[in-house]
């Protein structure tokens, strides 16, 4: 990515735009919090992400882009 020219990072960024339909936006967001917790580490060591949770068939069995996934990825909770 670092050795793409400004143009073709430009039309890259558009492609996607074009081709995901806000996919990636909404992927951001679910996501950003846990990020953000994670380089200000603000994380409680019994907090548990609810993908994290989940077994890796189930996870599959969502389509791309689904709500589910998604809130699968932007939520959590407290385990003991």
Same mark, same amino acid.
């Given at each position: 990515?670092? &050795?793409?020219?400004?143009? #073709?990072?430009?039309?890259?960024? +558009?492609?996607?735009?074009? /081709?995901? $339909?806000?996919?990636?936006?909404?992927?951001?967001?679910?996501v &950003?919090?846990?990020?953000? #917790?994670?380089?200000?580490?603000? +994380?409680?060591?019994?907090? /548990?992400s $609810?993908?994290?949770?989940?077994?890796?068939?189930?996870?599959l069995?969502?389509?791309?882009?689904?709500?589910m996934?998604?809130? +699968?990825?932007?939520?959590?909770?407290?385990?003991?």
């Open positions: 990515m670092l &050795s793409l020219s400004d143009q #073709a990072f430009k039309s890259l960024v +558009l492609h996607l735009n074009q /081709v995901q $339909n806000g996919y990636i936006r909404a992927a951001s967001t679910a &950003s919090g846990l990020v953000m #917790a994670l380089f200000r580490g603000a +994380l409680k060591s019994i907090m /548990v $609810n993908l994290e949770m989940t077994d890796s068939s189930k996870i069995e969502y389509p791309k882009g689904s709500a996934l998604l809130d +699968l990825v932007s939520s959590s909770r407290y385990t003991e």
